[in-house]
């Protein structure tokens, strides 16, 4: 149930590991796209494995569980879970979609639940279910959280690095565990274990990505290169080098959602998060710095026109929930500043108020006195600095997700500012005086 990045992706890849799947999406106009031979979200490799399976009948569409259940004996529930205001996730779809798999249910089947919900939910949702199936039909609920990647959901659906099970029954563990491609490491555990290692997991990232922002906000008062400190951080096996990219922060639909979701999880269990609550309060300022250090750069942002390369949260997706360049570009708006926005993905609509949406990256790129890339793509790593300098009307660049490479685009006359790449170093002076340390003349009312 539920044919969003998750819900489609495990149907084209269930189907395409042989299973026979009927994809419930309640929004008529998604449902449309599907019936009509499309995918309503941008995911590389998902529109081909979607004709393929419904090709060769392996794959079915339904508008709700009560028609498209027919005899199955998995239902798995791939619903939003979008944040509520407190922190904690709205479970309403889910609460919702339960209360129509137990209407629906003939016989007795199993539900896994692959949305991301707080610990606890499975056994309420096993409760919902009982109160509304009939007599005799028995739905026993799983928890198996989903830890793909958007823009690269097939991939990882179907060399996922672990498979994690929690049920109260062995059986069923084996039953769901059943479903995944079969060299998947599986975890097994209880319901509560297997909702919490979705949180627990997203948190860790998020820390990583924060802790990385801290290094480069470091290395950018130091006058050195975060990526150098982080290769050599990295380089240690036991911390490892993936998610260690500094940037304007981590966004998407799952891990500001899911670090909330963590600490207010803490909050109702009586427990300290410190760790999440410090990678949260980082990924804010790592976000808020952009637009404050290309005001510094520019003297001010009020009435200067910027042009924004990328809108959507990461490389490759349509998807803008939480996206830190939005939040920049509502930064510069806010500070007076007039911006047009390039994404060759997100959609129209999710273009932010009081920014003008344009077709390509030299449009806005043309006549602007400062460019701000927000999205690490390769259409933008392979724009010509030269070029870029020749339409530009001024010459600052604000690289904020690595993009480009700072030698030739400050040889091409521009000028590059980065988060934690070190340049210009001047911007940001040394703040301690190491040789005074050294040397043993510390004087502390300096600091
Ligand atoms: N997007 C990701 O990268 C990702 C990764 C891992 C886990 N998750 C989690 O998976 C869940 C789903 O995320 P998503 O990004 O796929 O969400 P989404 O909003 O893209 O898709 C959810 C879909 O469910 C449909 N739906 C809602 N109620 C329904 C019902 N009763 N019957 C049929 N369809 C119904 C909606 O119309 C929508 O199309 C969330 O809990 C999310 O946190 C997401």
Not at 30 to 51: A, F, Y
Request: negative net charge; contains cysteine; proline residues 6%.
């Amino acid at each position: 149930m539920g044919a969003g990045y998750v819900g489609l992706t495990a149907a084209a890849c269930l189907a395409h590991l042989g299973h026979s799947v009927t994809c419930v999406e309640a929004n008529p106009d998604r449902l449309d796209v599907l019936r009509g031979g499309g995918i309503p979200i941008h995911e590389p490799g998902l529109g081909e494995l979607v004709s393929e399976q419904v090709a060769n009948g392996r794959l079915r569409w339904a508008a709700d569980v009560a028609s498209g259940l027919g005899d199955a004996q998995i239902v798995l529930l791939c619903v939003g879970t979008p944040p509520a205001s407190s922190g904690q996730p709205d479970l309403n779809q889910l609460a919702e979609a339960a209360r129509q798999v137990g209407r629906a249910a003939t016989q007795s089947l199993v539900v896994v639940v692959k949305s991301t919900v707080p610990p606890g939910s499975c056994e309420a949702i096993e409760l919902i279910c009982a109160e509304e199936a009939g007599l005799g039909v028995t739905i026993r609920v799983a928890s198996s959280p989903e830890f793909l990647r958007e823009s690269r959901a097939v991939e990882d659906f179907l060399s996922p690095d672990r498979v994690v099970v929690g049920a109260s029954d062995p059986e069923v563990i084996d039953l769901v565990a059943s479903l995944y491609p079969p060299a998947s490491p599986v975890v097994r555990c209880d319901r509560r274990g297997a909702e919490l290692v979705k949180y627990a997991a997203n948190t860790f990232l998020a820390i990583k990505i924060s802790f990385a922002n801290e290094v480069a906000q470091l290395c950018d008062a130091l006058g050195t290169n975060a990526l150098d400190v982080l290769d050599g951080v990295g380089a240690d096996n036991r911390i490892g080098r993936q998610f260690l990219n500094p940037g304007p922060g981590y966004g998407g639909s799952c891990l500001p959602k899911d670090v909330s979701g963590f600490i207010a999880l803490g909050r109702s269990a009586g427990t300290r998060t410190s760790l999440a609550l410090a990678a949260q309060e980082q990924n804010l300022h790592s976000r808020k710095r952009i637009a404050a250090r290309l005001g510094e750069a520019l003297g001010t942002l009020t009435g200067k026109r910027i042009g924004l390369l990328g809108l959507a949260f990461k490389e490759g997706t349509d998807d803008v929930r939480d996206s830190p360049s939005v939040q920049i570009a509502e930064d510069l708006v806010a500070s007076g500043a007039t911006v047009s926005a390039y994404d060759p993905l997100a959609p129209r609509t999710s273009t932010p108020s009081g920014v003008r949406r344009l077709m390509s990256s030299f449009e806005v790129i043309d006549g602007a006195d400062a460019v701000v890339i927000g999205v690490d793509s390769e259409e933008y790593r392979s724009l010509d600095p030269v070029k870029v300098a020749e339409v530009m009307s001024g010459d600052v660049v604000f690289d904020a997700s690595g993009a480009c490479d700072l030698v030739s685009w400050g040889r091409a006359g521009l000028t590059v500012y980065s988060v934690g790449r070190g340049t210009p170093s001047t911007f940001y002076p040394v703040v301690w005086p190491p040789l005074c340390w050294t040397v043993g003349m510390l004087d502390e009312s300096v600091y």
